[in-house]
Each structure stands twice: as structure tokens, then as C-alpha cells.
């Protein structure tokens, strides 16, 4: 299955507060895709940049949609791997607000 995008939101505080401060149902985008026969997310999570098995994935958070994109996410898959294990951006985050 080729990798796909998400849109989710959870009962964290952040993605409270993103959602409140956006407007917005959703708070959160994230990346499917195969990992040797599993589905699983690519994203940044409060913990780091990570990747997890889709089923635990909705386990805490709620999906609210799942898109096939215009383009291919595959060629750029290698280079977003290569983020795992970096901590989230939270000076990021305030800088954006």
C-alpha cells in the first residue's frame, strides 16, 4: 500500500491547544505507510519524531481522515526516516504561534 497522509486529533493538552488555537477538528498530521508487512505512522509526537503501528496509533488518538496525496510520498520516505528519535520541536511549536 503506498504511504498515505493523516489528519488525527487526541485528548492531550497540546493537541487541545492546537486545536483552540487553529480553529480547527483536527491537531495533528502524521504519514502512513508499510514497514515490512505492517501498517505504521511516521510522526511527531510530544516523546520525539517516531514511527508506530497504525492499530496502537488509534489506540490514543482520534483519526479523522486518511488521504491518498497527488504525489508519491515514497522518494521522500528515506529522508523523513532519518528524522526518528529527534525530539519534538516545542521552541518550534511556540515560534509558529
Do not use: K
Amino acid at each position: 500500500m503506498p504511504a498515505r497522509i493523516g489528519f488525527s486529533t487526541s485528548s492531550s493538552p497540546v493537541s487541545w491547544a492546537i486545536r483552540r488555537l487553529t480553529d480547527s477538528d483536527v491537531s495533528h498530521c502524521f504519514v502512513t505507510l508499510d514497514m515490512i508487512g505492517v501498517q505504521c505512522v511516521l510522526e511527531a509526537h510530544d516523546t520525539g519524531f517516531r514511527a508506530i503501528p497504525l492499530n496502537h496509533f488509534y489506540e490514543t488518538n482520534t483519526v479523522v481522515d486518511i488521504l491518498d496525496p497527488e504525489v508519491p510520498l515514497e522518494p521522500v520516505l528515506p529522508d523523513a526516516l532519518e528524522w526518528l528519535g529527534r525530539p519534538y520541536d516545542f521552541v518550534g511549536l511556540v515560534g509558529f504561534l
